[in-house]
């Protein structure tokens, strides 16, 4: 394993309207991609661009979106995940299944398009962390 590139900082929001409403008026955001339904992960997400990374707004989908616990202890919202890239990704999930991290799920495909999976915080220093292939 090799630390890849940070592709992305997963916000959760509350509503992804009002969070591109502030990235753009307030952090001065010029590259809002357009938002779309991920509904096997039970989320609404959005992609802002900033010069070397994303942020990835997202929003809860349906009665049962894992995001619903998160914005219960953050109502406001809040940082979510990180997401780092790898060049294989049953190669990263091997390698972290050797040091003993609990993958949450099989990988799958995320938002752009890749697949996916995510290791438990308690594992990350407390930091949900998205393996990403590119
Ligand atoms: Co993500």
Not at 11 to 29: C, K, L, Q, W
Not at 67 to 93: S, T
Not at 99 to 122: D, M, Q, S
Request: proline content about 7%; hydrophobic content about 40%; overall charge negative.
């Amino acid at each position: 394993m090799k630390l890849g590139r940070l592709n992305h900082v997963g916000v959760a929001t509350p509503s992804i309207e009002n969070s591109v409403a502030f990235y753009r008026d307030v952090m001065g955001a010029e590259v809002i991609r357009e938002s779309f339904d991920l509904p096997a992960q039970g989320v609404k997400v959005c992609f802002i661009d900033t010069p070397n990374s994303q942020i990835e707004l997202i929003e809860p989908l349906g009665e049962s979106s894992p995001i619903h616990g998160f914005l219960a202890k953050n109502p406001a919202g809040g940082q979510h995940h990180l997401c780092y890239e790898v060049p294989d990704i049953h190669a990263a999930k091997a390698w972290f299944e050797g040091k003993g991290a609990k993958i949450l799920g099989e990988p799958r495909i995320g938002a752009h398009g890749t697949p996916i999976f995510f290791v438990h915080p308690k594992d990350m220093n407390g930091v949900l962390t998205e393996i990403m292939e590119t």
